[in-house]
């Protein structure tokens, strides 16, 4: 499809426990980037990677902690989900390094915390 | 940080009218300005973008224009039909440069219906 994809794509857990949200690509771009969806909110920067090992946060990465130890994985790990956590993941990417830097974005991980 | 600030946050046409969304942003060093179009359950696509250096770019029935002295840009769709119906997000970026790294800041989110 579009050399990223998101596991799981659906997700319920409860309040307190760790979840942990992959993207995987295969297009083996530098820059991979997660981003939560709320209404009224549009995308929110959770955390970014620009290489591996090398990531930094985001505007709303409180709660969140992300691991790139593979160019083509990044996982996104919530410690102790909260119902404040529920919202649409999306994982994106860009080539940046070429100066383009349009993103293409997974098929997003919906997750309800109960 | 850069804030962007997206309006309306709904609208709705006729076919066939023409629909505008702007955004405004709060960063002058931002020099890349990207739309995206997100059908109901489906992932944001990217559908036209400009660069700082350029004000218009045309592709097809979509347009987009850039004012840099006043810090807006708007998307301008002509000839709506009912698959134009999505959210549609704007988005701001100081590019890949420096401690950039590509990062896009997204605006608010505008849900535009297109009434056959």
């Known amino acids: 499809d579009a050399g990223i994809t998101q596991s799981p794509r659906h997700k319920v857990t409860e309040t307190g426990t760790p979840v942990t949200l992959r993207c995987h690509q295969t297009e083996n771009h530098r820059y991979m980037y997660w981003y939560r969806q709320d209404p009224g909110h549009g995308l929110r920067l959770i955390h970014y990677s620009y290489g591996v090992k090398d990531t930094d946060k985001g505007e709303v990465s409180d709660g969140y902690s992300v691991s790139r130890s593979k160019t083509e994985d990044f996982l996104l790990t919530l410690e102790s989900a909260t119902s404040s956590q529920t919202s649409v993941y999306f994982c994106?990417?860009?080539?940046?390094?070429?100066?383009?830097?349009?993103?293409?974005f997974g098929s997003g991980t919906r997750l309800t915390v109960v | 940080g850069e804030n962007v600030e997206q309006h309306p946050s709904t609208l709705s046409v006729q076919e066939g009218d023409s629909a505008v969304i702007k955004c405004t942003y709060s960063d002058s060093a931002s020099n890349y300005f990207p739309w995206y179009k997100q059908e109901l359950g489906k992932r944001p696509q990217l559908i036209i973008d400009i660069r700082s250096n350029v004000g218009e770019k045309k592709d097809q029935r979509i347009a987009v224009t850039l004012n840099k002295t006043a810090k807006h840009f708007s998307l301008h769709i002509t000839e709506t039909q009912p698959e134009d119906s999505a959210v549609y997000f704007c988005?701001?970026?100081?590019?890949?440069?420096?401690?950039?790294?590509?990062?896009?800041?997204f605006g608010q989110g505008t849900i535009l219906t297109v009434h056959p």
């Open positions: 988005a701001a970026s100081k590019g890949a440069g420096g401690t950039s790294y590509g990062k896009l800041t």
């Open positions: 994106a990417i860009s080539e940046s390094g070429t100066g383009r830097i349009g993103y293409t």
